[in-house]
């Protein structure tokens, strides 16, 4: 028995809630009335709260006493007589905080431009957090009909998931707005947000009005999520044929948020930077993080919140689902941002992380809430959206689309578990899906083919490929997808590989061998050196995603000490005439995981490698240059100014440093100017810091504030810890600070004592889902490895406790590889 599970003996179907935030208090007030059917006669009604005082309870006309259960975020109600079977009213009154940890009912604020201070109230329920805001049964199965009501002053907006459909003043400078009733769904889709907001007018799209919700002065930052929000919800409901449920669709901008974003059922919030862009001086990567984010929270209005998993060991059946559809639905909408393509080098993160010992698998048992909290990470999202991925391309698009939407008009309202999914896939292509895809999901970590050709035969072998090899016997059902060359031109083969190896008898002799066609297959490669030359004699013929597959399998391999430095960056050398982003991005990502990792200076091979690319481009985008080059500029200046140290590229920094602030300069280029100035330690740090806190835009913010932990000099890293600290850095942004301020090189002793020494303050300050966000850089640490373990030693961290293992298991690989491939290193640079 899980203790924090609620017992199956009573079901709510509907909830008639008014809630009374007090802005100035930080408090609130509430009052429900709460329908539910109990199944079977019980002694007591258990559902969950946290942080609520309980004033009173009734069930009918009986009085129920109240008693609290912390540990496990439950009440008990009772009056000591049975309470029977059948439909119940179930009143309760109740008072609680806004708190500031960016969870449950909380509070933000902002300045305006005056100076002057604001307050909002908000809400963030996923995972397990709708219980700090109202009492409910705060599992995602126990779905209901919601009807909300808020007292709020009357010169605020008031929002929720349903339309307003009543507005009453009390007389007293309140009025109280009712809104429409919501479909049945789980709580943790549940919102409400009063505050000094400013509307756009409506926009209609499938539909429902549509409208952005914003902060006075923020007006130019809305159009752009207008017109991404009005397309992609047509989109989706097209693409499915399946009408999005709700009566209307907000999209919120909220000051202080844990997340991204969070797709709560017609009351869609945001941070800032997720939603607001100035499209005039944006750069494409810009826009495009925005569109990502908006078409993944609209596709969870299916994959979410009208279909829903049973319990949070299912939660990639939404974040993957929702990740996956972000991409189809983007990929439509703007190819020319090549979103597959792009999607690879998160995907390369994730089997990093997946090549861990302490890796799980991508469905995982959770039992306590921070549990489910610390399955929202790149194994739910990458992994289980290239998972999906892969069986989509494996099944065929439109097969596949005709299985998911038999799983969605099936499952309508209801919850489900991975193998509904399975079915309704298994029924529209007759495939043994399910088999195939319980061994990706059930099982940690991911397989590596080694290829191997003679005899004309192809011959392959599996084995599970983590970067600290590992005795082990796990096996996957790989869907194969080959290529190789005869003398007759290419052919292909598509094979479910089941056991330990296979050969495949071709007749003829084989030229080269490509393991994983189309670049969407999650599992690494492995060739012989012969092999894999031949390969990169014919780099033309691959696709980009394959190409991309190959750097990236190699550059796994190097890591797991499969293949050595030395071989690793002469490979690299045959890309130099390479142009696709992604594949630069992969690539650099490399330079800077040796530029951490050694102290041998990759300096000059950086520049030899990038330096003709850039050249290529120049230094400003010819007129008409698709997005993609612009990217690619911004990138290539920024390696070649960080990790090459290029005195050309830092001279043209410091030249176009004084006009940075009038967005003249190409955004891209801009981006590059203010990393790469911060980097070399030429940059005016006051001023970047003011431009942080005064920008107009969240993009131009976060430029600067991701420019500041890259200053060089210790004391500079120093004044940005203590900012992250104590709250000159917003707390939404400052575990990111510190996480990025550990990758600092040159001040790297500063930073890990300041960070040590704050530990218990990080913990007990910052909100908790973003604490595993202050150790993401841990892994470059690798001068410090055994003072860090023993100061984690016996440390835990709730809401960070996988996370924290799997960055102290990296830091160790990384140590490893530094140790083992250093001489190597120092040998080919020589
Ligand atoms: N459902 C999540 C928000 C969330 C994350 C709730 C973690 C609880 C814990 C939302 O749909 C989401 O996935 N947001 C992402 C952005 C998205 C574009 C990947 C985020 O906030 O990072
Ligand atoms: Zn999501």
Redesign the pocket.
């Known amino acids: 028995m899980n203790p924090y599970r609620l017992p199956d003996n009573a079901r709510p179907s509907r909830y008639d809630i008014t809630l009374r935030p007090d802005l100035t208090a930080a408090t609130f007030a509430g009052t429900e009335t709460i329908t539910l059917t109990v199944t079977e006669s019980t002694d007591e009604l258990i559902l969950n709260a946290i942080e609520l005082e309980l004033d009173t309870a009734s069930l009918g006309e009986r009085t129920l006493s109240v008693s609290y259960e912390t540990d496990t975020e439950r009440v008990h109600l009772s009056d000591g007589a049975p309470i029977l079977a059948g439909e119940h009213t179930l009143t309760i009154a109740f008072r609680g905080i806004l708190n500031d940890k960016l969870h449950g009912f909380y509070r933000s604020t902002f300045e305006d431009k005056d100076g002057e201070e604001h307050v909002i109230a908000t809400t ?1 329920f ?2 397990t957090d709708a219980r700090r805001a109202f009492p409910c049964w705060d599992e995602p199965e126990y779905k209901a009909v919601f009807s909300i009501r808020l007292v709020a002053d009357e010169n605020l907006l008031a929002i929720s998931n349903g339309k307003e459909i009543g507005k009453r003043e009390l007389g007293d400078g309140t009025v109280e707005v009712t809104f429409s009733d919501t479909p049945k769904m789980s709580t ?1 889709l549940v919102a409400f947000v009063v505050g000094p907001f400013v509307e756009t007018g409506p926009v209609e799209t499938a539909g429902v009005p549509l409208r952005v919700i914003h902060r006075a002065g923020q007006e130019r930052l809305a159009s752009f999520a207008l017109e991404a929000g009005a397309h992609y919800l047509q989109w989706l409901s097209d693409y499915y044929d399946i009408p999005y449920q709700g009566d209307k669709l907000d999209l919120l901008a909220i000051p202080d ?7 709560n059922l017609g009351a869609v919030t945001f ?1 800032d930077s ?1 939603l607001l862009v100035d499209p005039d001086t944006a750069s494409d990567g810009e826009l495009q ?1 925005v569109s ?6 609209l596709a ?1 209005m299916w994959f ?1 919140d009208y279909v829903t998993m049973k319990w949070w060991n299912g939660i990639w059946l ?2 993957a689902f ?2 996956f559809m ?1 991409m189809v639905a983007q990929d439509d909408w703007k190819p020319e941002w090549k979103t597959w393509l792009g999607f690879a080098p998160a995907r390369s993160a994730s089997m990093a992380l997946d090549a861990l010992d302490s890796t799980r698998p991508v469905e995982f048992q959770v039992i306590a809430p921070h549990e ?2 610390e ?2 990470d790149l194994l739910t ?1 990458q992994k289980g959206s290239s998972l999906v991925r892969m069986l989509q391309q494996f099944l065929g698009e439109e097969v596949f689309q005709k299985g998911v939407k038999t799983y969605l008009e099936s499952h309508a309202f209801a919850n489900t578990e991975t193998g509904d999914l399975w079915a309704a896939l298994e029924q529209a292509s007759g495939q043994p899906v399910g088999s195939i895809m319980d061994s990706w999901i059930f099982t940690g970590g991911h397989p590596q083919v080694k290829v191997d050709v003679g005899n004309n035969a192809i011959s392959l072998s599996q084995r599970r490929f983590q970067f600290e090899q590992d005795v082990n016997d796990d096996l996957w059902e790989i869907p194969l997808k080959i290529a190789y060359g005869t003398v007759d031109g290419t052919k292909r083969i598509n094979e479910v590989m089941t056991g330990p190896d296979i050969t495949i008898d071709v007749g003829e002799k084989v030229e080269w061998v490509l393991a994983n066609a189309g670049g969407h297959g999650y599992y690494r490669t492995a060739y012989s050196p012969a092999l894999l030359d031949s390969l990169l004699e014919h780099l033309d013929d691959l696709d980009p995603l394959e190409r991309y597959g190959l750097v990236d399998d190699a550059w796994a391999n190097v890591i797991a000490g499969d293949m050595s430095i030395g071989d690793y960056l002469e490979m690299l050398t045959r890309f130099k005439g390479e142009t696709e982003h992604a594949i630069w991005e992969m690539i650099v990502t490399s330079l800077g995981e040796i530029y951490h990792t050694f102290d041998q200076s990759i300096d000059g091979f950086v520049r030899d490698l990038v330096g003709p690319a850039m050249g290529r481009l120049g230094w400003e985008p010819a007129e008409e240059e698709d997005g993609l080059t612009r990217r690619l500029r911004g990138l290539l200046f920024t390696a070649l100014g960080r990790y090459g140290k290029d005195q050309s590229v830092r001279s043209v920094a410091a030249d176009l440093l004084p006009g940075l602030s009038g967005h003249s300069m190409d955004p891209e280029v801009l981006r590059a100017v203010i990393a790469v100035s911060a980097s070399a330690g030429i940059a005016d740090y006051n001023g970047f810091f003011s431009m942080y806190r005064d920008a107009d835009t969240p993009q131009e913010k976060m430029r600067y504030l991701h420019a500041l932990p890259l200053f060089p000099d210790p004391d500079l890293a120093d004044r940005t810890f203590s900012m992250a600290m104590d709250g000159r850095i917003k707390s939404q942004d400052g575990p990111f600070v510190i996480g990025r301020l550990i990758g600092n090189k040159d001040a790297q002793r500063v930073v890990l004592d300041r960070f040590m020494g704050a530990w218990d303050t990080i913990v007990s300050t910052f909100p908790p ?1 973003l604490i595993r966000r202050t150790f993401g850089m841990l892994w470059t640490a690798t001068r410090y490895t055994s003072e860090i373990h023993a100061f984690f030693d016996g440390k835990s961290v709730k809401h960070a406790d996988k996370a924290l293992a799997q960055q102290l298991e990296n830091l160790d690989a990384m140590t490893a590889f530094r140790a083992r491939a250093e001489a190597d290193l120092v040998a080919y640079l020589s």
């Open positions: 963030q996923e995972a943790y948020f844990a997340f991204g974003a969070m797709e941070r997720a993080r990502e984010v908006i078409a993944h929270e969870h979410g939404n974040e929702a990740t972000e489910a909290d399955m929202f999202y889902m």
